[in-house]
C-alpha cells in the first residue's frame, strides 16, 4: 500500500501571497497565520524555477517572498540562513551576482538548505555555459547533497536529476529513482512526477503502470501540471493501458489551461481528430496555434492541413506548406510528409523529392512511391544533389533553398 505523500510548502500559491504585506505583522512582531518566509521561498523554487536552464535566470516574481520575507520580524523563527538566501535572491533578481552568491554562501554556512540549492543551482548554470564543465557540476552535486541531507526535499529532487542524467556523477537509474521516492514521499511535485516515470519505463524499479498512475495523480494535484500531461499521453497511446481517449482528452485539457505547450498540441489533435470530443475544428486551431506560439513547432503539421483543407480556417496553401515546412524542420515526420505533398501540388518538384526522403528516412513509408514518380521527373543532377541533401540533413536545421523545377 503507498500512502499519498505530503504536500511540501505552502497550500496558497506565490500569486495567491502576493497581497501579503508588513502590515500583516502582529503587534508581538510574530508573523500572522499563515505561511512562513522559509515556506513561501521553498514554494517559489518549487513551482517556479525548477532546474537551471542554461543562462536563465530566476524569473519568478518575487512579490510574494517580499512581502512575507521583508522585515527582521520575519526571520524571529527561521532557520538559521534564511534572512541571506532571501537577500540573495534580491541580489540575484538585480543582477548582481557576486553579492548574490556572498550571501547564498553565508546562508548555506549557516545550514540553510535554499542556499545550498542557489548555489547548486548556479554551478549548474556555469557548467552549462562551458559545455558541462565538470569542476561546475562536481560542486552542484556537492551542494545538492549538502541540501537533501539536511532534509531539503528540493534538494533530493535536484541530486537524483543528475544521477538521472548522468552529470558529473555516472548515470544510475537505481540511485536517481531512490532520491526521487524520497523528495516525492516529502511532498515534492517534480519528484512525484519522476517517480510516475520510473514505474512507467522502468527506471531502476520493476514497471507498473497502475503505481505510475498513482504518482502522477498525485504528482498533479500538488501542482505539476506536465504530470497530467503524461496521463494524457497514456491514455491517448493506449500502450501500457486500454485506450481511453475521453480521459487523454480529460488531461490534456487540464495541462493545456495550465500551460503545458506540448499539452496544447495534443488537445487540438483530439478536437481536430473528433477523438474523446466531439470534432471541432476552430477549437483544434486555437490549441495548435496556441502550442506553436508556445514554441511547440510540431504543432504546425495539423494546423498547415487545417489551412491546406479549408477546415476551421480560411484555405490557403501557401500558409499551410509554411506551416508543413516548420514543423518538418522541427522533426515531425507528418510534417515531412505533408511539405513533399503541398510542394507537388505546387509544381516545385526539387523541395517535393527532398521533403520525400526525408519523410521515408523518418518512417513515412507511405510515401515512398509518390518519392520514386519525383525522381523521374527531376534531371540526374538534380536527383542527385538532392538525395546528398537529404542524406546529410538533421532535424533543427535550416532547409534547402531549391530551384522550382517544374515538370
Given amino acids: 500500500m503507498i500512502d499519498r505523500p505530503r504536500r511540501i510548502g505552502v497550500s496558497a500559491t506565490p500569486l495567491a501571497l502576493a497581497g501579503v504585506c508588513l502590515s500583516a505583522l502582529l503587534a508581538g512582531g510574530a508573523l500572522a497565520a499563515g505561511p512562513t518566509c522559509g515556506q513561501v521561498m521553498t514554494d517559489t523554487f518549487t513551482e517556479h524555477w525548477g532546474l537551471p536552464q ?18 527582521e520580524a520575519a526571520f524571529k523563527t527561521e532557520r538559521p540562513g534564511t534572512r541571506d538566501t532571501y ?5 540575484y533578481a538585480n543582477g548582481r551576482d557576486e553579492a548574490a552568491i556572498g550571501a547564498w554562501q553565508k546562508g ?7 542556499a545550498m540549492i542557489a548555489l547548486g543551482d548556479q ?8 559545455g558541462w564543465a565538470e569542476d561546475g557540476l562536481e560542486k552542484a552535486h556537492a551542494w545538492y547533497r549538502k541540501a537533501a541531507d539536511a532534509g531539503s526535499p528540493l534538494g533530493m529532487s535536484k541530486l537524483a536529476w543528475l544521477y538521472d542524467e ?11 529513482t531512490a532520491w526521487y521516492m524520497k523528495a516525492a514521499e516529502a511532498g515534492e511535485p517534480t519528484a512525484m512526477r519522476k517517480v510516475g516515470d520510473s514505474f512507467r519505463d ?7 503502470i497502475v503505481i505510475a498512475i498513482r504518482w502522477y495523480v498525485w504528482a498533479g494535484e500538488a501542482g505539476d501540471e506536465m504530470a497530467f500531461y503524461s496521463l494524457a499521453v497514456i491514455y491517448d497511446e ?13 488531461y490534456y485539457r487540464i495541462a493545456a489551461l495550465a500551460g503545458v505547450p506540448e499539452a496544447m498540441l495534443g488537445l487540438g489533435s483530439m478536437y481536430h481528430e473528433g477523438a474523446g470530443v466531439e470534432q471541432d475544428y476552430e477549437e483544434a486551431a486555437h490549441w495548435y496555434e496556441s502550442a506553436m506560439d508556445a514554441g511547440v513547432e510540431e504543432a504546425g503539421a495539423g494546423l498547415g492541413l487545417l489551412y491546406y483543407e479549408g477546415t476551421g480556417v480560411e484555405k490557403d496553401q501557401e500558409v499551410a506548406l509554411q506551416f508543413f515546412v516548420v514543423a518538418a524542420v522541427a522533426g515531425r515526420p ?5 511539405a513533399s505533398l503541398a510542394y507537388t501540388e505546387l509544381g516545385e518538384y526539387e523541395a517535393a523529392y527532398f521533403w520525400a526522403l526525408v519523410a521515408i528516412t523518418f518512417g513515412v513509408i507511405e510515401i515512398t512511391l509518390q518519392a520514386l514518380e519525383l525522381r523521374e521527373m527531376l534531371p540526374e543532377a538534380v536527383v542527385e544533389e538532392t538525395e546528398a541533401q537529404a542524406a546529410v540533413w538533421t532535424p533543427g536545421s535550416p532547409a534547402p533553398e531549391f530551384q522550382a523545377i517544374q515538370h
Wanted: hydrophobic share 35%.
Fill in 54 to 71: 542554461g543562462e536563465d535566470r530566476y524569473t519568478a516574481d518575487l512579490n510574494p517572498v517580499v512581502a512575507r520575507c521583508s522585515g
Fill in 334 to 338: 507528418d510534417g515531412m510528409a505533408y
Fill in 108 to 114: 548555506a554556512a549557516a545550514g540553510d538548505p535554499l
Fill in 166 to 176: 548522468g552529470h558529473h556523477v555516472e548515470a544510475d537509474e537505481a540511485e536517481a
Fill in 123 to 130: 554551478e549548474v548554470r556555469a557548467g552549462l555555459e562551458e
Fill in 238 to 250: 493506449g500502450a501500457l493501458v486500454p485506450e481511453d481517449d475521453t480521459k487523454a482528452v480529460y
Fill in 87 to 91: 537577500l540573495g535572491l534580491q541580489e
Fill in 202 to 208: 522502468g527506471k531502476g524499479v520493476a514497471p507498473d
